[in-house]
């Protein structure tokens, strides 16, 4: 990585640049309307040659995010800085950011080849022909070339967007989910040459999903955003194993974790919490007060079986069984518990409706959220 690109353009790489997003607004305000916060004070501080997945439900802001950090919408407060330099007040074609949204930048007149050597040609580029052609092969869209844009299907334009934004090797690359069209099987290659090319050239990237599975498998931290607010910015296993609130609790992880009532109990110099009519849990969370009524979260991953009667558990009438293969999952009526608790239980256990199970996770696994506010309770 990292020689810098050449005033001919003939080096492939750039240096690696950090992007920082310092208390970012935007407020969105239509004539004789009221105005929207979709924005409100996002701060994201991300390494050169990172790559940052950005995760959240419909709505929450996250294209308006990548809109604002390439300078498609104007900024009502804050900073957007792309190494040392402020870009917020700069116009998109100075900011040196490839931007990978749906068919943006595609010239509809011009062939696939013409729009990707449309990018280079502004930079003199002297190998661009050659560019495009290794680019295309690595994309799986060799034999789009010589198509129009219009021409091409949903699937076939968003690795036609992709390869816009990556062909000129910006240091800053912002994506839209931009394998959502693809079908399984090429989204998982092509993700994986996304991953390969975005580790070979540094780029320093943000890219939106709704797939919880594509964040993993890309990004070294996700930043997981509701209502115009990152809730969350980690490493996957940060966000998965020591959730910030009951949000990220709830957004991430499939199947989704269980979120039940319970009192919190001292024991014996122990802490666990009651869970329905008659079961414990052990916790870690030694700042609760004895008493006070929690939001319990345990995942149907982190559920172990096998519990000796005398250890702290749930128990409850296994009402659906499936077999998942490699796994099982059984959905069991917890006495005293409104919701069906899910828990995972090994392949070589295979059960039955009707048949009783006792589950338990480690203290660690057990999570406690404050009812109110869902922040998390240590
Ligand atoms: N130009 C606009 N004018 C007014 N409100 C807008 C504008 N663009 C977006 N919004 C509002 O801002 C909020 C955030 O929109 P945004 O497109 O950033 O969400 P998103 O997280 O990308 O959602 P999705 O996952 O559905 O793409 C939404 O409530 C949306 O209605
Ligand atoms: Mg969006």
Redo the contacts with the bound molecule.
Sequence with gaps: MSTLTRTDGSAQHTVAQSLVLDRLHKT?T?RGKTS?E?VKGIELSIEPGEMVALL?P????????LRLVAGLETVTDGDIRIGATSVADLPPAKRNVGVGFESYALYPPLSVRQNLRYGLRARKVRDADQRVDTLAARLEMTELLDHRPADLSSGQKQRVALARALIRNPPVLLLDEPLSHLDAAQRQRVRRELKVLQREFGYTTIV?T?DQLEALSLADRIAVMDGGVIQQFGTPDEIFDDPANRFVADFVGEPNINLVDGVVQRSGGKTFVRVGDAGMLPVTATGVADGRAVTVGLRPQDCHTGVGAEQPALEGEVRVYENLLEFGQATVDVPGVDEPVVVQTPADERLAGGDVLRFAADAGQVYLFDDDSGERLR
């Design positions: 969105y239509s929207f979709a959240g419909s709505g929450c802001g996250k294209t308006t995010t939106v709704h």
